[in-house]
Each structure stands twice: as C-alpha cells, then as structure tokens.
C-alpha cells in the first residue's frame, strides 16, 4: 500500500522506515526543506537502534522524503499525521500543527482516503479532524479518520513497532478497518518474521500480536490512559522506596516481592529520580486538562505529577547530604539524557539536576554516549564534556549516575576508585549492588535502599534513616 507520513519527527520516522519494512511505500512529507535534504543524504536525526539500517535499505526505493504535501496525498491511499502536538501553557495539547495539516489534507481528497491520527492527542480530535476537512472543502464520503496511538519506547521504538503488545486502531466504519488491517497484516498474519532479513526478535515478544479495533475516542482515550498508568508506577515505587529509605528495608526487594504478584508484574517499578522525556510529561498534562474539560477532577495525576517532581529534589537532598556543602565541587555526571538508548534530553531528569547543581556553584564534568551534542546547546557553557566515563570521574569529589546507559553499569570499580579524589558514587538509576561497590572500596549510595560506606560519616547519613526520638 502506498502510505504518506506527515511529519519526520521522532514518531513519523520511526513509523515511516518501519512501514517501508513491512513492504509498503511510503511518502515521508515535511515542511523543513533542510532536514529533508539531509534525510535524503543519509543522516539520521535522532538516536535510535536499528534505524539508521532500516533508512539505508529502504531509502530511494520504498521510501522518499517530499515536502509536497498535497501531491503525497493524491498518490497514497493512507495518511498517517504525526507533527507535534506540545503542550500549551495551560497544559493542553497544542493541536494546531494537526489541524494545518488537515486543512492542507482537505485539498488533496481526489479519492478515498483514510487519514490516520498517529499524533497523541486528546478524545474528539478524530471527530476536529473530519469537521476540518470537510470545511475545506473534501466530500464527506471521501474520506474516513481514524486513531492509530504509537507506543513506542526510545531506545527501541523500531523494536516496539515490528513487535508490539497490540496495535490499537479506532475507526467508525468497516471500510477504514479494512485499510488499517490490511496496513498491519504483515505482523497480524505473521509474515513479516518469517523473513531471514527481520529485525531480530526481543526478549518476551509475543507474535503475532493482537490487533484491537475499536470507537476513534476509545482509542485516543487508550493512549493517554496507558502513558498515565505508566507514570503512576514509577511514582509509586519512587514514594516506596522514599519509605525504604526511611525505614532502612530495601526497595528492590520490595520490588521483587510486589512485582512477583501477576496482577502487578515487575515492570516499571524501577526507582530513580523520576521520568521524564517528550511523552510522560506532556501525556499527564493533556489527560489532566482532558479530565478538568469533563468535569472530572482527576487528582490522582496531580499527585503522580508532585511526586515525580520531588524525587529530584529528594536525590538532590541525598547528594547535599554526602557533600555537605556544593560551591567548588567538582562533580563527575554520568548521562544526560532522560534514558538509557536515546539523545533525547527533552524533560530529562539528568539534565535538571546538572543545571540545579551548577546553580549551586558545583564544577560538572558529564558523558553520555549520546546525547552531549544536544545537552551543549541547553547547558551552561561551563560543563566539561568528557570522552568517557573514567575521565568523567577523574579528579572527581562523587561520581553520579543518573542515566541507565548499560555501559555504566559494567565499570571497572578499582579503576574508578582510583581515578576519583573521593571514594564517593550517587547512583540514581540503582545499576549496581551495595555490597560489591563496598568491597571496591567505594562508599555508594542509591535510592531506597541502606548506603554502602567507607567512610565515616554522621549516623544520619551513614543509614540513610532519619533520627527518631
């Protein structure tokens, strides 16, 4: 099928190369003529595990990048929007690249069309889309709309895309449902891995997956539903392991216990120093207005949102508490983007937290494998970029891990002991044990469980307990 992807960003690339994958041709349109010529020469934007090979096999034959809109639309039969939807300064989503793309669409309507919303964007934004169009000038029967939510992770976006838990697609007629599973049989039939040139299966892919076909407001509900529940995890563990370290337990084994449960299951309680990132964020904020324009006071959100917000300050507590004072340390940052596996720093907990610390005068030397190219332009020009995590570390007075990159997480400890002015690690991301950062030599702390220690330090911190009466 021929298919027009309307936006080059995160989601329309990904999306893009892995529907040129499965066979299908596909239009990749934008309205940066720059970024476009430099998709047609090869460069890769974004930080993404196996798309740069799926670019260079597809480029030129099942998929061309175009900034004509119009003419993309004539020549495919599917329109997928995926352009920006950021969040307004009352926390809705801003929906007004969507709707300029509708109007553009409108114009283009010379057969019959199904114009797919991949964009997150709130309930009733289907039923806007059609309203638009229709304005525009396009016959109403000359169309459908319908709600395809990504799921994707960076980091394994093109993974998550060729193996999904389900794909979700809302429609309002069997004719739409037709065309969008007709878009996805190569993975619902199970064809696309039975191929030698596949991209290699994960861990606990589950194939083929189940496709869900329901309303356009179901599935648009569905999507910011699942980022917020996601959220709520993350938050939740985080408040828990802020009562391990209170109590002197151990929250990852809190979290075997609770995650052993199979109506629970292990994944996502992971504590650290918060989420952060272009969707967890922005997804709360719109699902909460959506709510608030319900009439529903969703106030659940709020508190995932406040405790999000305060594990940052909590670890910045926990590094004060090791240091004592901040002005003229020098501080080794290991990761600055908001995951482990991507560039991106958009609302990345690391990235606050370095600019916390260099308000409060500290002297940062930070690496990350990917995104420093991206953290220049956002930081103060002050921070020291590293070529790896030792020369991050030498000279140091702590060490602090806030991104769960996996090679932070296979360090040579005695090296790393040696190359810092003090024995002192700050892990946010809980890559290691306790014990064995102990017999290195090196005093360690992470979040929700008792510290590991050389030195000797007041009781309080040596603990991680508060003095009771």
């Not at 324009?293 to 926990?318: A, P, S, T």
Request: with cysteine; aromatic share 8%; hydrophobic share 40%.
């Amino acid at each position: 099928m021929r298919i027009a992807l309307v936006g080059s960003g995160y989601v329309g690339l990904v999306t893009g190369a892995c529907f040129a994958d499965l066979g299908h041709e596909v239009v990749l349109v934008d309205n940066d003529e720059q970024k476009l010529a430099a998709l047609r020469t090869g460069n890769v934007p974004i930080h993404e595990r196996f798309l740069p090979e799926l670019l260079a096999r597809h480029r030129g034959q099942r998929i061309k990048f175009s900034g004509d809109l119009q003419a993309a639309v004539r020549e495919c039969q599917a329109i997928f929007i995926a352009v920006g939807t950021p969040p307004t300064d009352r926390g809705e989503a801003d929906l007004s690249y969507v709707e300029s793309v509708a109007r553009e669409i409108s114009g283009a309507v010379d057969s019959y069309k199904v114009v797919v919303e991949k964009s997150t964007v709130p309930v009733y934004t289907s039923q806007w889309i059609r309203t638009v169009v229709i304005r525009n000038g396009a016959e109403p029967s000359s169309f459908d709309i319908a709600s395809n939510p990504e799921f994707l992770r960076e980091g394994t976006a093109v993974t998550d895309f060729l193996y999904p838990d389900r794909i979700v697609v809302g429609v309002e007629s069997e004719r739409c449902a037709e065309v969008l599973r007709e878009i996805y049989a190569p993975l619902t039939s199970g064809a696309y891995y039975s191929r030698s040139d596949a991209i290699p299966r994960p861990d606990r892919a589950q194939v083929p997956p189940r496709l869900i076909i329901t309303s356009t407001k179901s599935a648009e509900l569905i999507k910011h539903a699942s980022n917020a529940f996601l959220a709520m995890k993350i938050s939740f563990i985080n408040a828990v392991a802020s009562i391990c370290e209170s109590v002197g337990a151990n929250v990852h084994q809190v979290c075997d216990g609770i995650g052993a449960d199979s109506r629970i299951g292990p994944r996502f309680l992971n504590p650290g120093i918060g989420y952060g990132g272009s969707c967890f964020p922005k997804d709360l904020m719109a699902f909460r207005a959506v709510a608030k324009e319900c009439g529903y006071d969703f106030r659940l959100l709020d508190e995932v949102i406040r405790i999000n917000e305060d594990q940052r300050h909590r670890f910045l507590r926990k590094v004060r508490g090791v240091l004592w004072t901040f002005r003229g340390k020098r501080l080794g940052v290991l990761g600055l983007a908001f995951k482990g596996g991507t560039d991106d720093i958009r609302e990345s907990p690391a990235m606050l937290l370095v600019q916390e610390l260099l308000r409060e005068g500290c002297r940062i030397c930070a690496y990350d494998p990917a995104a420093m190219d991206r953290a220049k332009e956002a930081l103060n020009s002050s921070v020291e970029y590293a070529a790896g995590p030792y020369e991050a570390a030498s000279g140091a007075d702590a060490l602090l891990i806030l991104t769960e990159w996996e090679e932070f997480a296979s360090l040579d400890l005695d090296r790393l002991r040696k190359l810092l002015k003090y024995p002192i690690v700050i892990d946010g991301r809980n890559l290691y044990d306790p014990a064995v950062m102990a017999t290195h030599g090196l005093s360690y702390y992470s979040v929700g469980r008792p510290a590991a220690l050389t030195e000797d330090l007041p009781a309080g911190i040596r603990t991680n307990k508060r003095e009771r009466p």
